[in-house]
């Protein structure tokens, strides 16, 4: 490739197609708190080495700020976490258990709804998954109302953690990703009329 920088820029790797990727382990010690996650993957969306310079040091900063907030994690109660790190922890667990958000009022509705011969509701499948996974007893309701409120990960699954509230970074992010999409269609698309 030729680039000497590259060197200089570690945890920087292409996948087996040529698009750069930022690949860096998570320290043992701090693997609890990111839910057993070993790894932080992120792709650069490029192949264009310019561009990956350019995008490593965003992404080496996210992973930093992410090891920060976990090692935050560690050393205190998770339910003295601000609040941005506990909707991160619950939104990991969900990623890593293939769930989405849904408010603890339409869990419920929807498991008063259910009948009992189409197997366990939502809400029961939540609910065995954090007694299975987080240890947090189901029956006892006071238990398990200061054991879910001590718990992000339970929070976020059985719906009672308010999602996380999109910043203005959070915008312009999805709007860049959204023109470069739109853009490469565009140009993919005028480069197929110039050959035709």
Not at 44 to 54: F, I, N, V
Not at 64 to 69: K, L
Request: net charge positive; glycine share 4%.
């Amino acid at each position: 490739m030729g680039y000497q920088w590259l060197r200089r820029m570690p945890y920087l790797q292409t996948t087996r197609h040529g698009v750069f990727k930022y690949r860096r382990t998570i320290p043992p010690a701090l693997r609890e708190a990111a839910c057993g996650r070993r790894e932080f993957n992120k792709s650069l969306g490029t192949r264009d080495p310019q561009e990956a310079k350019k995008l490593w040091a965003a992404v080496n900063l996210e992973f930093e700020r992410y090891i920060s907030d976990l090692e935050a994690y560690a050393n205190i109660p998770t339910n003295e976490a601000p609040v941005d790190v506990q909707q991160r922890i619950g939104a990991e667990f969900l990623k890593k258990h293939s769930l989405i958000s849904i408010p603890l009022a339409e869990l419920r509705r929807q498991h008063e709804l259910h009948e009992d011969h189409l197997g366990p509701s939502e809400f029961e499948k939540r609910s065995a998954l954090v007694q299975e996974l987080l240890g947090i007893p189901m029956d006892d309701a006071l238990e398990r109302e200061q054991a879910v409120s001590s718990s992000p990960e339970a929070r976020a699954a059985l719906g009672t953690m308010s999602p996380p509230s999109y910043r203005l970074s959070d915008a312009k992010r999805d709007y860049f990703a959204e023109k470069s999409i739109d853009l490469s269609h565009t140009s993919r698309s005028a480069a197929r009329v110039r050959t035709h």
